[in-house]
């Protein structure tokens, strides 16, 4: 298959129409610039920004030899603060003053996680896909699937001799993530593809010939998610394997069914186009016909 990420695949298990409209005939939602008058940053550029502070944060500490220091964070944290607030106007003061100070707990959280923590991080925002020529990361998961890979890794920790551990930032609300939903219908692959890609990425390159990826973590160090961390011990590789060539069989054959959930339709851009055939898909996904023809899908629902 094409050139793909993780959220793409994802995207796939959500609703495979939204992902006909978006990855295969290329149609996009109108961007559509709004001032609000009480919000600085919007979702995307509040993660930009803790992301890039503790990215540089990791990477000093890494420098000054994995000693943790509060004084540089502070001054990290309020350089990064700094050069938003240049680069982006604020609706007035009062706002971004709420928002970073909403910022600096936000970090604070991540420092309290820091301090205590037992792994070593190693490489922070690793681009999986610079090291071919082609800028692409061929995933082997399996004698006859190959996964063309183009992403970034959050972050890459060692918890032991040639074991890792791969943390992925997330500043939302960590509900979604449930202790007891591994695969989560398809919808949660990260975790699973970017160790097995870690682990090759690391073995290829000779960095640890005998690397061994055996854990993923959500990480949320934000107020909202209050520090809380989502692991996923990576014992599942047939599993993963098997679910990922299903996904992408259905693709190549060119399944895309609408999704038979309504909830998943309420914040969707194509909302318009595709109507209630959501509603409709829940009694037509049962009938005889389609549910042969809809088999690999309804499997991919099996992998919770």
């Not at 793909?4 to 006909?20: G, M």
């Not at 037992?118 to 699937?145: C, I, Q, T, W, Y």
């Amino acid at each position: 298959m094409d050139v793909t990420s993780a959220s793409k695949l994802e995207l796939y298990a959500q609703c495979p129409l939204k992902f006909y409209f978006q990855e295969v005939l290329r149609i996009r939602a109108n961007e559509m610039v709004e001032f609000d008058r009480t919000r600085w940053l919007n979702a995307a550029q509040r993660g930009s920004l803790l992301h890039a502070i503790f990215q540089q944060y990791l990477s000093e500490t890494n420098e000054n030899g994995g000693v943790h220091d509060y004084e540089r964070l502070h001054r990290i944290r309020e350089e990064a603060i700094r050069r938003t607030q240049m680069e982006i106007p604020e609706p007035s003061l009062q706002v971004m003053l709420k928002e970073t100070e909403e910022i600096r707990k936000d970090v604070d959280i991540f420092w309290e996680g820091e301090h205590k923590r037992d792994s070593k991080p190693r490489f922070m925002e690793l681009a999986l896909h610079e090291l071919e020529e082609d800028g692409v990361f061929n995933v082997e998961l399996g004698e006859e699937l190959v996964l063309p890979l183009k992403g970034y890794v959050d972050r890459v920790d060692e918890v032991g001799p040639n074991a890792y551990k791969i943390i992925d930032y997330k500043t939302g609300n960590p509900r979604k993530f449930k202790e007891n939903e591994y695969f989560s219908k398809g919808t949660q692959l990260q975790h699973a593809i970017y160790s097995i890609a870690v682990e090759q990425y690391l073995q290829r390159t000779g960095i640890d010939p005998q690397a061994k990826v055996v854990e993923a973590a959500y990480y949320f160090p934000t107020t909202k998610g209050q520090g809380h961390e989502v692991v996923r011990l990576q014992n599942r590789r047939d599993k993963a394997t098997s679910l990922i060539s299903r996904m992408t069989m259905s693709i190549q054959q060119g399944l895309f069914p609408p999704t038979h959930d309504p909830h998943k339709c309420t914040w969707c851009d194509y909302k318009d186009v595709c109507g209630d055939h959501s509603e409709s898909m829940k009694e037509k996904r049962n009938e005889p016909a389609n549910e042969e023809r809809l088999s690999l899908l309804l499997e991919v629902e099996d992998y919770e």
